[in-house]
């Protein structure tokens, strides 16, 4: 069965510094991965896919089959990152299986 | 472009009690998911409609039950609900069901007392 781990809940980092939030991933098939994000008091939205290989926000995430990992990754930090972060792994059709989330806080 | 809406915003329902609760998703979506998110966890996938038909199901009881309508939108309905069932459920839609990006709505907040 499908599976995604996101290990931290919660995650405190000061702004500027580097921020890499752990995605693990579990599953026999070709697998599809995303990046939610929701910001306080907003709907849950897509930050990144990793079939298109961009970087949103300066967000990136590779996905690293040998390790089923799909780690995302911010080199310098900002306030306005602060949210809270699902890793998300389609399988068939629309259904996604999400990760328990990580609640990033970006400090000043 | 107004986004999936998702109604009511919030319900309070008691034990036993049964609930509809409606998505209409973003004009020319054809496609409509269904998850709860129970606090503290992420989203779990319980349903997916494409073109009224079902083209998915979680792990989720009997209880639960869904569809969709000529125009798209769509119903989630429980019934015979448990404290367990209290939970922000979220409607997403699609273009096809596909592999293109769900877009999510706000959620509909159920409190079972």
């Known amino acids: 069965a499908q599976r995604v781990t996101q290990p931290e809940k919660l995650l405190s980092v000061f702004k500027g510094a580097p921020v890499e939030l752990k995605c693990n991933y579990s599953?026999?098939?070709?697998?599809?991965l995303f990046w939610y994000v929701q910001y306080s008091r907003q709907r849950l939205q897509l930050l990144l896919r990793?079939?298109s290989r961009e970087s949103i926000k300066g967000f990136t995430a590779d996905l690293n089959k040998g390790e089923t990992s799909f780690h995302l990754k911010k080199p310098f930090a900002q306030e306005e990152d602060s949210a809270m972060y699902y890793c998300?792994?389609?399988?068939?059709?629309?259904?996604?299986?999400f990760g328990e989330g990580t609640q990033l806080t970006v400090n000043p | 472009d107004a986004g999936v809406t998702q109604s009511p915003t919030h319900l309070i329902k008691t034990r036993g009690q049964h609930v509809t609760l409606r998505c209409s998703p973003i004009?020319?979506?054809?496609?409509v998911s269904w998850y709860q998110q129970v606090l503290g966890q992420g989203p779990q996938f319980i349903f997916q409609?494409?073109?009224?038909?079902?083209?998915g199901r979680g792990n989720f009881p009997d209880r639960f039950s869904a569809r969709q309508f000529p125009n798209y939108s769509s119903e989630l309905n429980v019934n015979a609900l448990l404290l367990g069932d209290s939970a922000l459920y979220l409607c997403?839609?699609?273009?096809?069901?596909?592999?293109?990006?769900?877009?999510f709505g706000d959620g509909t907040r159920l409190s079972i007392l």
């Open positions: 004009s020319g979506h054809k496609s």
């Open positions: 990793h079939i």
């Open positions: 409609y494409y073109e009224k038909e079902e083209r």
């Open positions: 997403a839609s699609s273009l096809s069901g596909g592999y293109e990006p769900q877009h």
């Open positions: 998300a792994l389609k399988t068939s059709g629309s259904r996604l299986t």
């Open positions: 599953y026999s098939g070709s697998p599809e």
